[in-house]
């Protein structure tokens, strides 16, 4: 959307006067482009700037730090989002069922906010069962006929050949593989999967292996001791059991 305009409307009954938006050149987007984000990352970013952000807070107004706040949210979330695009999109359901689930959440919603208001619609309440029934069975039907459809074609392609066979069922059976496909030492590219689990395997090995003990420290000694104490009477006690 671009020129985008907004009008307050000086009229109606409500507790505030509406407010009419209008814009010019509306786009669809029909490319099919649908975003990824890495929340793992969004998750990270926020853990690490949090003891920042609290000390923020005590500096500003809580109107202020709270505005600045949420356009860090969302510039973070831009970061790590990346939009890739797809030839073909098949969603999960057919359109018929999908346009029932949209009309059960009408349903729900409405039947919902009489109740919370005090009134209690015994029409609506049929209403929302039947249709959620009607749904449940209508998606249970999909996906035998979807499921027996793809055992049909296995099965003919494994009258025609081996190869066909596996081909389609590698579909839904991926063997794992590692995020990346190449390593660096400071030496040496590695690219193998192999290499790879072996270099990193011994790397962290290193990183994570137990610290010599400092003998001319008297602390460490005792600590050193009463734990070696402790293993022994641990062993007498399951030597009992």
């Known amino acids: ?12 009954t409500s507790d505030h006067w509406p407010i009419a938006l209008s814009c010019e050149n509306i786009f669809f987007d029909t490319n099919s482009f649908f975003p990824h984000t890495n929340w ?34 969302a510039a973070i979330k831009n970061r790590v989002t990346h939009w890739k695009e ?3 999109y098949k969603p999960s359901l ?3 069922i999908i346009e029932k689930l949209k009309e059960i959440r009408k349903v729900r919603n409405r039947y919902y906010h009489l109740r919370h208001e005090g009134v209690f619609s015994e029409e609506t309440r049929v209403l929302l069962r039947t249709l959620t029934r009607e749904s449940r069975v209508d998606i249970a039907k999909y996906k035998i006929a979807q499921w027996q459809n793809f055992l049909a074609n296995i099965q003919t392609s494994y009258d025609k050949s081996d ?10 059976y991926k063997s794992r593989t590692l995020p990346f496909y190449k390593l660096s030492d400071g030496t ?3 690219s193998t999967q192999q290499e790879i689990t072996n270099e ?3 790397y962290y090995s290193e990183q994570f292996k137990a610290s010599a003990l400092d003998c ?6 005792q600590i050193d001791s009463e734990y070696k104490e402790l293993l022994n009477k641990l062993a007498i006690l399951m030597a009992l059991k």
């Not at 959307?1 to 009229?11: N, V």
């Not at 190869?163 to 839904?172: D, E, G, M, N, V």
């Open 200 to 202: 990193l395997y011994q």
């Open 40 to 73: 793992k990352a969004f998750e990270a970013v926020i853990t690490l700037l949090q003891t920042f952000w609290m000390e923020e807070q005590k500096k500003n107004s809580a109107d202020e730090w709270y505005k600045q706040y949420i356009r860090f949210i």
């Open 1 to 12: 959307m671009s020129t985008i305009s907004s009008e307050t409307l000086f009229f109606g």
């Open 216 to 221: 001319s420290n008297e602390h460490v000694v």
């Open 188 to 190: 040496k590219i590695i």
């Open 163 to 172: 190869k066909a066979f596996w081909t389609h069922l590698s579909r839904i």
């Open 94 to 96: 057919p359109a018929g």
């Open 86 to 88: 797809r030839d073909k």
